[in-house]
């Protein structure tokens, strides 16, 4: 699906994740009877509930937890598909927006940092081929870093499409005859894309500054099986 080519201010589009693929990022974190599972995938929104259960019950099996967890895992993501649902059809404001996507993993052995530009209006745009082209370019041989950059890429889209949906609500009670720019409303997300705006104007040159080029420079780092063992046990103490 293309971005139209008219989108401005004054044209709100319907919610949806700015990307050629409407799937939405879902993370669960369960535990039963002292059993804990955690996970973090993508969901087309669209798939009918039967491809859901099936999903939880060959997680059950394949890592053979215990019967109690079919159900939360089921629950879990019919809760964050809901909330996903909710917001359909709603309005959304995108116009001609630039934002910063931030990176900060650590996949098993592999930390990676890194923060580059991402455009709203480009819905053709693919987080997991991004992902992909970044491994390949890093030499990131671990196949499970490039789904863990694309969902987090996904998280950051998704928040920001919610507070577009803000914004066009919160505008829909302004008075009327307001200045288009004020169609969208100072918030976390979009704050950072209108100070990119400034940055990234017509007017102006995307290529950035010499002085910049340190901040949008991957940084990846291969850990030791004893800085992982040591960083697992410090993230199971404070997860308690």
């Not at 401005?8 to 993370?27: G, V």
């Not at 997300?189 to 007017?203: I, V």
Request: include cysteine.
């Amino acid at each position: 699906m293309k971005s139209p080519a008219s989108a401005s201010w004054k044209a709100p589009l319907k919610f949806r994740m700015p990307t050629a693929e409407n799937l939405i990022p879902i993370r669960l974190d369960i535990e039963v009877d002292g059993q804990r599972y955690k996970d973090a995938f993508t969901w087309n929104p669209y798939d009918p509930d039967s491809e859901l259960v099936m999903f939880a019950k060959r997680t059950v099996k394949d890592l053979k937890l215990a019967p109690g967890f079919l159900p939360q895992i089921v629950q879990s993501i019919q809760s964050q598909l809901a909330t996903f649902q909710s917001y359909e059809g709603q309005d959304m404001y995108v116009g001609d927006k630039i934002v910063p996507i931030k990176l900060d993993l650590r996949v098993n052995h592999t930390v990676i940092r890194d923060q580059f530009l991402w455009d709203l209006n480009n819905f053709d745009s693919d987080p997991e081929e991004f992902a992909r082209t970044l491994c390949k370019d890093l030499g990131i041989e671990d196949p499970e870093v490039g789904p863990a950059i694309a969902l987090a890429i996904r998280e950051q889209l998704y928040e920001i499409a919610i507070q577009n949906v803000t914004s066009a609500r919160e505008n829909r009670i302004n008075k009327k005859g307001r200045r288009a720019a004020e169609h969208f409303p100072i918030s976390k997300a979009s704050g950072a894309a209108l100070d990119l705006m400034k940055l990234f104007s017509f007017r102006s040159s995307v290529v950035r500054k010499r002085k910049e080029w340190d901040n949008y420079k991957p940084i990846l780092d291969l850990l030791s099986n004893e800085d992982v063992d040591a960083l697992e046990a410090k993230e199971e103490r404070s997860g308690r």
